[in-house]
């Protein structure tokens, strides 16, 4: 399902003596891949979750502890990039740790959007550490009513 | 901590939580990464809980057993469809045994942009003081 989402290309198979092979070794690839996850993950920061409706696409990703100004994001084509820097401010001198597992660093993340897009309504705001995009459909992109006479 | 200012950050996997206090409500469940450091004066922790506004969220401290907990409210809206999830989202929940005696009076906690800073301040030890003994 979002292979042909991603891909709009027809799913049409070329034979040839080596597909037979090919295909065997990308089974065996993914049997010795050891990602225990279901979801289709590119694995770069930041995580997101992209979803539409009838006339936009919304991407979220969770941004805990980024403020609006250190976020870089672009539209170009059908592309959105979205970078920056999350900052984790240096505590006073003498502070014990007993724990620290959030992160600080630099991300940088391309994401493809399935459909063509209007690249002057693209709206981003940065809420309780959760970034939404909402990206307009381009007019051919969207869905026709096509009523049946 | 010049070093870690440009390091490029990795994906983790949110952390759902494996047993938590009996769950009456549906829904997934997971652990806030947290910083916890100590002063001579106060034990500070910082959660990362994305979604979650100041309401939503319950501290309690009770018998050195600091719960932290958060209900998240839905960003989308029914009609939408799902294209790519590679996130879930859902409640957070994480409990802590603390060693030292907090001054219950004096607890601070701060949200913004979904981080949570709370300020524990150690119950102020009595300060040795020194008797001058008078003559007379």
Do not use: C
Request: proline share 5%; no cysteine.
């Amino acid at each position: 399902m979002i292979y042909r989402r991603f891909f709009n290309v027809p799913t049409y198979r070329i034979r040839s003596p080596w597909e037979e092979l090919h295909r065997m070794r990308q089974q065996l690839d993914q049997m010795f891949d050891d990602t225990p996850s279901q979801r289709v993950s590119a694995g770069v920061y930041p995580l997101i979750n992209l979803t539409e409706d009838k006339d936009n696409y919304y991407v979220r990703a969770e941004l805990p502890g980024v403020k609006g100004d250190e976020l870089d994001i672009q539209v170009t084509g059908k592309n959105l990039a979205i970078s920056g820097e999350r900052k984790i401010a240096a505590e006073e001198e003498g502070a014990r740790y007993h724990r620290k597992e959030r992160e600080a660093g630099t991300f940088s993340r391309m994401i493809g959007l399935p459909g063509e897009v209007d690249m002057d309504k693209v709206e981003a705001k940065l809420e309780n550490g959760i970034l939404s995009i909402v990206v307009s459909k381009a007019e051919i992109a969207k869905p026709k009513q096509i009523s049946v006479s | 901590m010049a070093d870690t200012q440009s390091k490029e950050l990795k994906v983790r996997e949110k952390q759902e939580v494996a047993s938590p206090a009996e769950q009456t409500t549906p829904g997934l469940v997971f652990t806030p990464a947290v910083d916890i450091f100590e002063t001579e004066k106060e034990i500070t922790l910082l959660a990362d809980m994305p979604g979650v506004r100041a309401d939503d969220l319950t501290i309690d401290l009770r018998d050195n057993t600091l719960t932290l907990s958060a209900d998240i409210a839905p960003v989308d809206s029914a009609d939408e469809e799902e294209i790519l999830v590679e996130y879930e989202t859902g409640r957070y929940y994480r409990q802590f045994t603390l060693g030292e005696l907090i001054n219950q009076e004096s607890i601070d906690a701060k949200l913004n942009d979904g981080v949570l800073r709370l300020s524990l301040p150690k119950v102020e030890k009595a300060t040795p003081k020194r008797i001058a003994v008078k003559t007379g």
